[in-house]
């Protein structure tokens, strides 16, 4: 009796397991780069996050070796005034996509733990609501970087 209830437990946490990490795998990342700073200030990161998976999932986050802390964060413009707050989410439709660009949504990287010079590749784990996360790799471009393109 004992051998079938644990049976149960453990095919239980498999499949919890295996719909924990189900909304990551819908998301593919392209365009990812960051925009690197002189000396120790915060770098921006940007990517195009696109959802092939028939349920939205929200970007909550991300962490990186090189970084000690990763933020999201929302840029906007009115009035002639421009403005950075922290966001808790920034969603990914089903069968949609997102965008963090420039004066826009982004991943503020601060204090990183090594030199991080253009043409240097830096790993970010994406994370999303549902706990699940997904590892990317970003270019690392100039200060004077407007996107992606080399």
């Known amino acids: ?8 437990l453990l095919a239980g946490l498999l ?13 593919h990342a392209s365009h990812a780069w960051i925009r690197v700073l002189p000396g120790n200030l915060p770098a921006g990161a940007y990517v ?18 090189t970084y000690a802390h990763v933020m999201l964060h929302q840029s906007s413009s009115e009035g002639g005034m421009s403005r950075m707050v ?3 989410s920034l969603g990914v439709p089903a069968h949609g996509s997102a ?12 204090q990183p733990t090594r030199s991080v010079k253009p043409g240097d590749s830096v790993r970010l784990v994406l994370q ?9 790799d970003f270019l ?11």
């Open 1 to 8: 009796m004992k051998l079938r209830r644990l049976s149960f």
């Open 15 to 27: 499949l919890a397991g295996a719909a924990h990490a189900g909304a990551a795998e819908h998301i």
């Open 48 to 65: 195009t996050l696109a959802n092939d998976g028939d349920k939205a999932v929200a970007l909550s986050g991300a962490s990186s070796a």
């Open 86 to 88: 922290m966001v808790d």
């Open 99 to 110: 965008v963090l660009a420039p004066a826009g949504y982004h991943l503020m990287l601060m």
């Open 128 to 136: 999303f609501t549902d706990g699940s996360t997904l590892a990317t």
């Open 140 to 150: 690392a471009r100039p200060a004077n970087a407007v996107d992606d393109s080399h």
